[in-house]
């Protein structure tokens, strides 16, 4: 069901939203954005640092998820654990996540609770301790995680194949859970480096947002980050990946259940835009064709190659606009009983040709417009979305201010700038097209649960 709100009231819940966003940043570097939101007496605290897989050399793959599962293990005056059982005790819930562009830790508690959940993040970034007899129990816990998520899923398989061949020299190529022959060479000395590195306040940003007031978010931040000794901001190298010149594919062939088909076009975002001729406007002229593909049950690949035409059983678009370096516009397909992976592709490509070659409709790019803006309204009924939003927009050097006007660009966007990013990007010289093609499986053997993005989970 989709709600039908005006442009200009979308316009307006936003402009209201980012009004009650401030910032600080401390004498030793920490950034500091607070979101106030006072519907209900709670409050979410997300601490990003600036580092994930992409920051990581080929031999130390995995590393920063690792060392996302070691800082719940003990500081100078935790014990291992003691940070979730303190959350706990204290009504709240905990959880980490790392990506390939940053790792991030966060709590949501009763807001008079705050101050224990600066108390815990602030020693851990300065006092982590990391011994040889946990870290060798903990990467057998992240080894497991990779046989489960990724060894023994097919379609996760199918997808590192896919990223490897995808990307030639950007890091982006390599999972962020790591290569298992990393995992198994990663010392704890390996991570007591990374953390000295990166876990610094200046590579750090902390996000608050709930029923709170700034000035006291802002000094409660400063009594318990400010005695954090400074370092200097972590720079790493940027590796840019070449243009591709000619279209890359591969198959896959391992015990599965159904095949399953993945393309992609290389594709630029905000931090992107500006450089190399890339326009302002063209991540968000993407985000637009990809609605157009993929937006709703009214979308093409959804009313035309899974109900009309029961070529696919399901198909799904991917683009993230914010990520920190230029990102794929990908395609994930399960094609239907009786279609192949080849005819699924096809129908695919038909499509694809369809929006380079003719203007999309007005009356769809209402509707797509409509869908993404009500989605990003939405998500701020969550407080700690909104955290999210300004939280990764700052990890990957984006202006959080852009929210401001988001709507405004989104709306600005023509059919006509729809086809132009459409023949730039999709074509196929740019395109990377992985095929699993399944084999018989052993009886007995358990299904993985199906591939689904992202990155490690504490």
Same mark, same amino acid.
């Given at each position: 069901?989709?709600?039908?709100?005006?442009?200009?009231?979308?316009?307006? +819940?936003?402009?209201?939203?980012?009004?009650?966003?401030?910032?600080?940043?401390?004498?030793?570097?920490?950034?500091?954005?607070?979101?106030?939101?006072?519907?209900?007496?709670?409050?979410?605290?997300?601490?990003?640092?600036?580092?994930?897989?992409?920051?990581?050399?080929?031999? +130390?793959?995995?590393?920063?998820?690792?060392?996302?599962?070691?800082?719940?293990?003990?500081?100078?005056?935790?014990?291992?654990?003691?940070?979730?059982?303190?959350?706990?005790?204290?009504?709240?819930?905990?959880?980490?996540?790392?990506?390939?562009?940053?790792?991030?830790?966060?709590?949501?508690? !009763?807001?008079?609770?705050?101050?224990?959940?600066?108390?815990?993040?602030?020693?851990?970034?300065?006092?982590?301790?990391?011994?040889?007899?946990?870290?060798?129990? !903990?990467?057998?816990?992240?080894?497991?995680?990779?046989?489960?998520?990724?060894?023994?899923?097919?379609?996760?398989?199918?997808?590192?194949?896919?990223?490897?061949?995808?990307?030639?020299?950007?890091?982006?190529?390599?999972?962020?859970?790591?290569?298992?022959?990393?995992?198994?060479?990663?010392?704890?000395?390996?991570?007591?480096?990374?953390?000295?590195?990166?876990?610094?306040?200046?590579?750090?940003?902390?996000?608050?947002?709930?029923?709170?007031?700034?000035?006291?978010?802002?000094?409660?931040?400063?009594?318990?980050?400010?005695?954090?000794?400074?370092?200097?901001?972590?720079?790493?190298?940027?590796?840019?990946?070449?243009?591709?010149?000619?279209?890359?594919?591969?198959?896959?062939?391992?015990?599965?259940?159904?095949?399953?088909?993945?393309?992609?076009?290389?594709?630029?975002?905000?931090?992107?835009?500006?450089?190399?001729?890339?326009?302002?406007?063209?991540?968000?002229?993407?985000?637009?064709?990809?609605?157009?593909?993929?937006?709703?049950?009214?979308?093409?690949?959804?009313?035309?190659?899974?109900?009309?035409?029961?070529?696919?059983?399901?198909?799904?678009?991917?683009?993230?606009?914010?990520?920190?370096?230029?990102?794929?516009?990908?395609?994930?397909?399960?094609?239907?009983?009786?279609?192949?992976?080849?005819?699924?592709?096809?129908?695919?490509?038909?499509?694809?040709?369809?929006?380079?070659?003719?203007?999309?409709?007005?009356?769809?790019?209402?509707?797509?417009?409509?869908?993404?803006?009500?989605?990003?309204?939405?998500?701020?009924?969550?407080?700690?979305?909104?955290?999210?939003?300004?939280?990764?927009?700052?990890?990957?050097?984006?202006?959080?201010?852009?929210?401001?006007?988001?709507?405004?660009?989104?709306?600005?966007?023509?059919?006509?700038?729809?086809?132009?990013?459409?023949?730039?990007? +999709?074509?196929?010289?740019?395109?990377?097209?992985?095929?699993?093609?399944?084999?018989?499986?052993?009886?007995?053997?358990?299904?993985?649960?199906?591939?689904?993005?992202?990155?490690?989970?504490?």
């Amino acid at each position: 069901m989709i709600h039908k709100i005006s442009g200009l009231l979308f316009l307006s +819940l936003l402009l209201i939203a980012c009004s009650q966003t401030h910032e600080t940043t401390l004498d030793n570097g920490l950034r500091v954005i607070v979101r106030e939101d006072h519907r209900s007496p709670v409050v979410v605290s997300q601490i990003w640092y600036k580092v994930g897989s992409q920051d990581e050399p080929a031999e +130390l793959t995995g590393i920063s998820h690792v060392l996302e599962h070691m800082m719940f293990k003990g500081t100078a005056k935790l014990k291992p654990n003691e940070f979730s059982r303190i959350i706990a005790a204290n009504g709240g819930r905990e959880n980490a996540f790392t990506s390939h562009d940053y790792t991030a830790y966060f709590q949501q508690l !009763e807001k008079s609770r705050l101050p224990i959940a600066f108390e815990l993040e602030a020693e851990r970034m300065q006092n982590l301790v990391l011994t040889e007899e946990e870290f060798n129990k !903990e990467i057998k816990v992240v080894m497991e995680e990779r046989r489960l998520r990724t060894e023994d899923s097919p379609e996760a398989l199918a997808g590192e194949k896919f990223m490897v061949t995808a990307y030639e020299k950007h890091s982006y190529r390599n999972p962020i859970i790591g290569w298992m022959k990393d995992l198994e060479s990663i010392t704890v000395k390996d991570l007591r480096d990374w953390y000295r590195r990166f876990y610094t306040p200046a590579n750090a940003v902390l996000v608050v947002a709930g029923d709170v007031k700034p000035q006291e978010v802002f000094a409660l931040a400063k009594q318990h980050f400010g005695p954090v000794p400074a370092a200097p901001p972590v720079k790493s190298p940027e590796v840019a990946e070449p243009p591709q010149k000619s279209e890359r594919r591969n198959r896959v062939s391992i015990p599965a259940e159904v095949p399953y088909l993945l393309l992609g076009y290389h594709a630029p975002v905000h931090a992107s835009a500006g450089r190399d001729g890339i326009a302002e406007w063209e991540p968000y002229a993407l985000s637009i064709l990809g609605g157009v593909l993929d937006g709703g049950q009214a979308s093409r690949f959804k009313h035309e190659l899974v109900r009309e035409k029961k070529i696919a059983a399901g198909i799904d678009v991917d683009y993230s606009a914010t990520s920190r370096s230029p990102t794929l516009l990908m395609i994930e397909a399960t094609p239907a009983n009786g279609h192949t992976a080849e005819e699924t592709e096809k129908a695919i490509r038909q499509q694809i040709e369809r929006i380079r070659n003719e203007l999309v409709t007005a009356a769809e790019l209402k509707r797509v417009k409509a869908q993404v803006v009500a989605s990003n309204v939405y998500s701020r009924d969550s407080v700690f979305y909104q955290a999210m939003q300004l939280g990764r927009l700052a990890a990957n050097g984006l202006d959080w201010h852009m929210l401001d006007d988001y709507v405004e660009k989104l709306n600005a966007v023509t059919a006509e700038q729809v086809q132009t990013v459409a023949r730039k990007y +999709l074509i196929d010289s740019n395109l990377t097209v992985t095929i699993l093609d399944p084999q018989p499986m052993s009886k007995g053997k358990p299904r993985a649960a199906p591939r689904r993005g992202g990155g490690g989970v504490h």
